[in-house]
């Protein structure tokens, strides 16, 4: 598993410039595609605007569930176990009606990360909580049951980039993002007390992150 929360990784990511820009793979909901299960993009089309606004990054897209599943589609959840549990055979995706996604999850991560290589993509910008993309947090069973329930861990696809190889990020993790716009635009300086997601105060008082190390 890489990290990208880790200083060091992005250190050893060569200098991003105009002519040889940081390639990036995003959710696709996050660059405003409509690819949710309602067919909206979650709100998401707003995020990270100073990013997809660089010219020192090239960005690309993907919706693994998207891909296998299509829009409008029900809701996959990540059952008795996060994404690395999945490839080991130990959790399984369900919908909201019980009805068993596995298949499809993985077959989208598989399409996802092979879209991964052939972009040579360098750094993923995923989205959290979801039971493909998150990264640190998602939900614990059905997002729909009351209360909703986390648990810390990855999805489905951001599982098997990880595994790959693949530096992967959440939209939420501003220490790192951070890092990667002061890499970027010259003249940004990341200011102190900058939090990524699995060092906020709730995710470490209730999924058991210490404050520092992501795992
Ligand atoms: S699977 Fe990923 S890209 Fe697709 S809607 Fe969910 S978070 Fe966005």
Known sequence: ?????????FSELPKPTTEAPLRILMSACMMGQGCGVDGTDYGMGGALSWLKANNRVHIVHFCPEA?????????????GGDGRDFWKGQAK????SGAELSEQMAEGAKAMLAFAKEQRVQLC??????AACGTQVIADGCRFDQPRAYRKG????????????????????HKS?????AMIEPGFLAPEGLLDHHAHPW???NLGYSDVHFG
């Open 67 to 79: 891909h296998s599943m299509g829009i409008p589609r029900t809701m996959p959840d990540l059952h």
């Open 203 to 205: 995710v470490v008082e």
């Open 177 to 181: 993002l951070g890092r990667l716009r």
């Open 154 to 173: 990855m999805g489905v696809a951001a599982a098997a980039l990880s595994a790959a190889g693949f530096l992967v990020l959440a939209q939420r993790d």
């Open 93 to 96: 995706v369900l919908d909201e």
């Open 1 to 9: 598993m890489r990290l990208a929360h880790n200083p060091k990784a």
């Open 125 to 130: 910008v995923l989205t959290d909580m979801s």
